[in-house]
């Protein structure tokens, strides 16, 4: 009576447990447990993970290492060789551990996906982890796995199911992707909170590797924004940040959750102690910041959305603990979204004061990240950056060479017209303790700055050569030049207080022996006192003060004797470099016209001709030449070595680290003049703007026209020439361009370039004749007189008048006209236009196709010392101009 009871009660057992009543499947069990005892008999026992990373760490060598790992991927080559091993899943976990050694593993590839197709968990879990390390798209392999990922995606076990969208996440290619896309999305409408937050985050890599399934996406995405588990709400802002940031349509759509999000940001400030989220005292951290990053990505440039987060973002910002870490990093979330978004003028000054309390912080990382985002938001509000300017230039004395590089790129972008003065002090300070790595970039900057806020000519001196003198050798070439330049065109009492100013710096340089570590002070000091000597050593410069910005008067007047002394001793030194020796070789000869004694002209051609048996070649060349000035060419000297007229200002550089932060380029500033081109490269332009007038102008081109290229404008310049007859005084055929400027020629080209340019004197014009309005601009009106010629000829007269209150120097007027047409231009009237002035020059024009004229100008000019270059085109000349 008992067995049936019995037979009942197994009956309702799985039917893995409920065996003992199947005798077919009971007898395959046996045998299939009989040949798995059977193989651990006849094959040893596999190492064991944990002894195989034992066996490695105890290598001592790396051929030992090797030895190690190639025996034990021996081994598990012969066991993948079996049909059913028992101990795959151990292999491939140390076959894993190889692999993350560096050593190759790829052997493992088809042993991973029969470890995923087996039903124990185990298994699975190991060969998922081998897929995503050892597979990717560029494997055949990796597309194998796609059923069994589906398989898996619809188990019944939430861990399996979880397994498979991390691994489709890690490897998915765009076709797996898009297989399984519809999948991810059902998964993430599921009630398991486990498996939603596996699906997002699967859902946010298929994004980023095909951007085109995001709509696919978006019901479910906005759901998960209403769920309580706060995995799945960080997983949800995960992926709508992503959306986000790839579709612009996708923002607009998503700018309806930010009451969503604000009130949700809301509850973890304002909510308890919660043990399952809190770290350090504060609610979830994590999920803060991802509100707060999606906060500052929908409300960029938004001020409807922005208006709807400035609360919520002040009580962040007011509310959060400082005392931690975990504090500190909502508070920067923070701050880098009240910079982003169009928030209100107090919340910005309250992001930039929590920066500042950053910068007293004791740790460094918080310090630099606070100085990295000044640097980044300085330009939103510069006036509140201001008031931290204190700790700021504390900063550049900190141990850190990251804080301090930091530091002193936001200094530079603090300098202004207000605290110049002491902004450079801090500076100065600052570079002469610097590190070798600073100097270069901290001078350049600084020279950059006090040329752009110098309060005046004497200060900007005076900070010039200070920065010569802490940067040393440091500085870069374009330094040298520029300071010349600047001392150059200075009114001639500041030349003298800079000639004397710099003769101080170099008698201590000489006579303290480390001249050689101040070469490019050398340099300018040497072109100076060349230049200005006469200043330097004349008793009538006593009335020039020389007390400087720090009030301090240490100018002694020297002799001339005791200037050649210590040029002698620079030039007899042997550190000093060959440029260096240039400088002041040719220094010294221009001081023999400005000293008067006769020893000291005896004492300078000493000194000259003792560089005539130099071993370098340049500066051998240099004495001979310079030697030749007290001999043959005595009467020459005077006259070639006075002083250089004024340099002119250089152009910009178009260097690579203009654009670093905090670096300062005076060519940037708004209303800077344009610097006219030279005047080929104005020649060149003037012929790649003519092209729209020369293609298509016209229907044919004369039979005696040379032929022409029309594809680039190098071919214009090469026909441009290629009709004159060198060997002929003989007018040269139409060229292919016209191309006239008004710089008159040598009497030596006038053959090459007869009929471009002709000496002879125009022809008077009637001034009552109709004239065409070519440019009315800034005070400068340029008109052009047209009259008819013999032959079908026109003739132009160019008149340019100045209306301004300022003389126009280095006036330049150039033209260009279509292939078809001649032009020759006559020389100007003048080159100086003064107020109220004018100046004329006439044009000849040919035109055998009787086609209407169109004419392209180009004016440069200097005005006040500023260079202005202006273009034009005029096409509104008379139809039957040349009928």
């Known amino acids: 009576m008992a067995y049936p009871m019995y037979e009942v009660d197994w009956s309702v057992l799985p039917p893995e447990q409920n065996r003992r009543f199947n005798?077919?499947?009971?007898?395959?069990?046996?045998?299939?447990v009989v040949n798995e005892a059977i193989e651990r008999v006849r094959m040893p026992t596999?190492?064991?993970?944990?002894?195989?990373?034992?066996?490695?760490?105890?290598?001592?060598?790396?051929?030992?290492e090797r030895s190690v790992v190639n025996k034990e991927c021996a081994y598990i080559r012969s066991t993948f060789r079996e049909e059913d091993s028992v101990w795959r899943c151990r292999n491939i976990a140390k076959l894993l551990y190889i692999h993350m050694l560096g050593y190759p593993a790829h052997f493992g590839q088809l042993e991973c996906l029969k470890l995923i197709a087996s039903p124990r968990f185990t298994d699975k879990r190991v060969g998922y982890l081998g897929a995503m390390l050892l597979l990717d798209e560029r494997q055949d392999v990796h597309l194998l796995i796609t059923n069994c990922l589906k398989n898996d995606l619809n188990s019944n076990t939430q861990f399996v199911v979880g397994l498979a969208l991390c691994t489709l996440g890690a490897i998915a290619s765009p076709e797996m992707a898009r297989d399984l896309a519809s999948e991810v999305e059902r998964l993430i409408k599921s009630p398991n909170a486990y498996i939603k937050k596996k699906a997002a985050l699967c859902a946010f890599r298929i994004i980023r590797r095909v951007p085109d399934l995001m709509e696919m996406f978006l019901p479910a995405t906005r759901s998960l924004l209403t769920e309580k588990n706060h995995g799945v709400l960080i997983t949800?802002?995960?992926?709508?940040?992503?959306?986000?940031?790839?579709s612009p349509d996708t923002l607009n759509h998503f700018k309806k959750i930010v009451p969503n999000l604000v009130r949700?940001?809301?509850?973890?400030?304002?909510a308890g102690y919660s043990p399952e989220h809190d770290v350090s005292g504060v609610s979830d951290p994590f999920l803060q910041v991802k509100i707060l990053r999606l906060l500052r990505i929908l409300g960029k440039n938004d001020a409807e959305a922005s208006e709807a987060m400035n609360d919520i973002l002040a009580q962040v910002a007011t509310n959060t603990e400082t005392s931690k870490n975990v504090g500190n990093t909502i508070l920067y979330e923070t701050v880098l979204s009240i910079m982003d978004i169009k928030s209100e003028s107090s919340l910005r000054v309250l992001a930039i004061n929590i920066l500042g309390r950053f910068l007293l912080n004791n740790d460094k990382n918080i310090r630099y990240v606070a100085l990295n985002t000044l640097l980044r938001t300085v330009h939103v509000d510069t006036s509140a950056v201001q008031r931290h300017r204190t700790t700021i230039l504390e900063c550049l004395k900190d141990?850190?060479?990251?804080?301090?590089?930091?530091?002193m790129e936001l200094s530079f972008a603090l300098v202004n017209g207000q605290n110049i003065r002491s902004m450079m002090k801090e500076l100065l300070t600052f570079l002469e303790r610097s590190d070798a790595e600073f100097k270069a970039h901290c001078s350049s900057a600084m020279v950059l700055a006090a040329e752009r806020y110098a309060p005046s000519n004497k200060w900007h001196l005076d900070t010039l050569f200070r920065v010569f003198l802490k940067a040393g050798n440091y500085l870069r070439d374009d330094t040298v030049s520029s300071t010349i330049q600047i001392v150059s065109s200075a009114p001639m009492e500041r030349q003298a207080y800079a000639s004397m100013r710099l003769w101080t710096a170099l008698e201590r340089s000489a006579v303290s022996g480390d001249a050689t570590e101040k070469q490019p002070l050398v340099q300018v000091a040497a072109w100076t006192i060349g230049e200005y000597g006469d200043l330097l050593v004349s008793e009538a410069s006593n009335a020039i003060s020389m007390v400087d910005e720090d009030g301090v008067d240490d100018f002694t007047r020297p002799s001339e004797e005791y200037v050649i002394d210590i040029y002698q001793k620079l030039l007899w030194s042997t550190q000093l470099s060959i440029t260096t020796k240039e400088y002041l070789l040719l220094s010294l000869a221009k001081l023999s016209t400005r000293f008067t004694t006769q020893p000291s002209q005896d004492k300078i051609r000493v000194i000259i001709d003792t560089f005539g048996s130099h071993i370098h070649i340049e500066l051998q060349q240099r004495g001979v030449e310079l030697s030749q000035l007290y001999r043959q060419h005595a009467h020459l000297r005077p006259a070639l070595l006075e002083r250089m007229p004024a340099l002119e200002a250089p152009g910009p550089t178009g260097r690579e680290d203009d654009s670093e932060p905090g670096h300062i380029s005076p060519t940037s500033l708004p209303g800077s003049p344009t610097r006219p081109v030279p005047d080929q490269d104005a020649l060149l332009d003037l012929i790649i703007g003519s092209e729209s007038l020369t293609n298509g102008d016209v229907e044919h081109t004369p039979a005696q026209a040379a032929p022409t290229n029309n594809n680039t404008s190098s071919n214009d310049i090469l026909d441009l020439l290629s009709g004159l007859d060198l060997s002929s005084p003989a007018p040269a055929p139409a060229p292919a361009v016209s191309i006239a400027n008004n710089n008159a020629p040598p009497p030596a080209a006038s053959l090459l370039l007869d009929g471009l340019f002709s000496a002879h004197q125009p022809e008077q014009i009637p001034q009552d004749l109709p004239s065409v309005l070519a440019l009315d601009k800034n005070g400068l009106r340029i008109s052009l007189g047209v009259q008819r010629a013999a032959g079908g000829?026109?003739?132009?007269?160019?008149?340019?008048?100045?209306?301004?209150?300022?003389?126009?120097?280095?006036?330049?007027f150039q033209a260009a006209v279509p292939r078809t047409f001649r032009l020759d231009m006559m020389s100007p009237s003048a080159t100086v236009l003064p107020p109220q002035g004018e100046i004329t020059q006439v044009l000849k024009i040919n035109n055998p196709t009787r086609s209407a004229l169109r004419l392209r100008i180009r004016v440069s000019y200097n005005v006040d010392g500023n260079p202005v270059l202006e273009q034009a085109e005029v096409n509104n000349f008379p139809a039957d101009l040349f009928n």
């Open 236 to 246: 949800g802002v995960t992926l709508i940040t992503e959306m986000c940031e790839n």
């Open 23 to 32: 005798p077919a499947f009971n007898i395959a069990t046996i045998k299939q």
């Open 399 to 407: 141990p850190d060479v990251s804080i301090r590089r930091r530091a």
């Open 46 to 64: 596999p190492t064991r993970l944990r002894d195989l990373i034992r066996q490695i760490r105890a290598a001592r060598t790396a051929a030992e």
């Open 264 to 270: 949700i940001l809301k509850n973890l400030i304002l």
């Open 793 to 812: 000829d026109a003739a132009l007269t160019m008149r340019a008048a100045n209306s301004t209150g300022s003389t126009l120097t280095d006036f330049l």
